[in-house]
């Protein structure tokens, strides 16, 4: 059996003036440590938007709405390192935001920014 199985469905608009925006549910299975199975969903969405004169936006959260969902790298760790609490440290929740200005022959300059909630973690 597969250690790891994905399935995603998605759709995305692109508003023009206003921006694109997508939407995306994934349903996984995971197979972790000593065979034990996991299942679960997780849902993203993504705003993005570029502006006259080289910048550009871009937002992006998501919610895994099950503790049973482990992203592929998660998933992955957890059957690589028999140490880990898995079980504590796996995503609930992320929210990404990235600005990024071109400047021309000199490259560009970017900000990211990235927070995670985790399952049975507090604050």
């Known amino acids: 059996s597969a250690v790891y199985n994905a399935l995603a469905l998605g759709l995305g608009k692109n508003f023009g003036t206003i921006g ?18 996991e299942e679960g969903q997780s849902y993203r969405f993504l705003y993005s938007k570029s502006f006259e004169g080289g910048t550009d ?4 959260g998501y919610k895994y709405s099950t503790s049973g969902y482990y992203t592929f790298q998660e998933a992955t760790d957890v059957r690589s390192d028999a140490d880990s609490d898995y079980r504590r440290y796996h995503k609930r929740s992320q929210i990404q935001g990235n600005i ?8 560009s300059v970017y900000f990211n920014m990235t927070q995670q909630d985790y399952w049975n973690v507090d604050g």
């Open 57 to 60: 936006l871009r937002l992006l």
């Open 20 to 37: 694109a925006v997508s939407v995306d549910v994934t349903q996984a299975k995971s197979q972790l440590r000593n065979n034990e199975k």
């Open 100 to 107: 990024t200005q071109q400047l021309g022959d000199y490259g």
